[in-house]
C-alpha cells in the first residue's frame, strides 16, 4: 500500500464527517487505500441504515453516530477522540444538504421557506462551526494539520451571474466566511493547521443528481475522481493556503 498523501505524516488518523455516502463515503474508500492513515473515523447521522459504509468495516475504521447540528453530539465526538488518543491530522467536512423533503433550491425569492433556510444553514455551515470549535484543540500538533470543508462555487458572491438557490448559495457564502475567519485563527493557535474550503465540481451523487442534465459533457465527475482530485489539492496545501478556497483542480476561487 503506498500513499498519495505524502505530506502527512505516518500513522496520521483522519476524520470524515457526512462519510455515509457521496463523496464523504468515496473519501473513507480513498483514505482506507492511503498507508499514510492508521486510524479513519467516519461519522453520519445514522450508521445502522449506513449499508455502504459498514461494508468497508475493518480494524482501521472507526464508524460513529453523529448529527453535526446537535452540539451536545460534537462535543461527545471531541470527548471521545480525547479517551481514546486520537489526534486527526486530516479532517473533511464532507455533509451537506441542497434538497430534500418538502424543499428544494429557490427559483425566486417567493420560495423562501423559514424551515428549509434553518435546515440547510444547521448542516451547511453551522455543523462545520461546531466541528471546528470542537475539533481545533483536538488537531494533531506534529506534522501537516488540515481541516477541510466541502463548500461549492456557487457560495462564492464574486462569481454569482445567475441567482437563485439562496438558502444553498448564503449557507455556503457562510461556511467559508466561517472558514476564512478560522484559517487566521489558527494562524495563531495551531501554527501547523490549516483550514480550507474545497469545492468539488459537479459529482455524480445524489445531492446533485435532478440538477445533471444541464452539466457540461465531461463536468460531471464520478464519485471517485472528485475524491481523487480533493486528496490531491489537500497534500499539495501550505501554510499560504490557510483559510482559503479551492476547486477540485487547486484554482483558487474568489469570494
Not at 461519522?43 to 480494524?59: E, F, H, N, Q
Not at 434538497?99 to 423559514?114: I, N, Q, R, S, V
Not at 495563531?188 to 493547521?193: F, G, I, K, L, P
Amino acid at each position: 500500500m503506498r500513499s498519495r498523501l505524502e505530506s502527512f505524516p505516518d500513522a496520521s488518523v483522519a476524520l470524515v464527517q457526512g462519510a455515509s455516502r457521496g463523496i464523504g463515503l468515496g473519501l473513507v474508500k480513498a483514505l482506507l487505500e492511503d498507508a499514510a492513515f492508521e486510524t479513519i473515523v467516519a461519522t453520519c447521522r445514522d450508521p445502522a441504515s449506513a449499508g455502504d459504509l459498514r461494508s468497508l468495516a475493518c480494524d482501521r475504521l472507526s464508524i460513529r453516530a453523529l448529527d453535526v447540528t446537535d452540539p451536545a453530539q460534537v462535543e461527545n465526538l471531541g470527548r471521545a477522540l480525547d479517551e481514546e488518543g486520537l489526534r486527526p491530522s486530516l479532517v473533511v467536512n464532507a455533509a451537506g444538504v441542497l434538497h430534500g423533503e418538502g424543499f428544494a433550491p429557490e427559483k425566486k425569492l417567493e420560495d423562501l421557506d423559514m424551515r428549509a433556510l434553518e435546515r440547510v444553514f444547521a448542516v451547511n455551515a453551522f455543523g462545520p462551526a461546531l466541528m471546528l470549535k470542537t475539533l481545533r484543540p483536538r488537531l494533531a500538533r506534529e506534522g501537516k494539520a488540515v481541516f477541510a470543508a466541502i463548500s461549492a462555487r456557487v457560495g462564492s458572491i464574486g462569481d454569482n451571474r445567475l441567482g437563485g438557490w439562496y438558502a444553498y448559495r448564503a449557507s455556503k457564502a457562510a461556511l467559508n466566511q466561517i472558514i476564512r475567519t478560522a484559517g487566521i485563527e489558527l494562524s495563531r493557535r495551531n501554527r501547523n493547521a490549516i483550514a480550507v474550503a474545497l469545492h468539488p465540481g459537479t459529482t455524480d451523487t445524489g445531492l446533485s443528481q435532478p440538477f445533471q442534465a444541464n452539466v457540461p459533457a465531461g463536468k460531471l465527475f464520478p464519485v471517485e475522481q472528485t475524491c481523487d482530485y480533493l486528496l490531491s489539492v489537500i497534500d499539495g496545501l501550505t501554510e499560504s493556503d490557510n483559510g482559503g478556497f479551492f476547486a477540485w483542480d487547486g484554482k483558487p476561487i474568489e469570494w
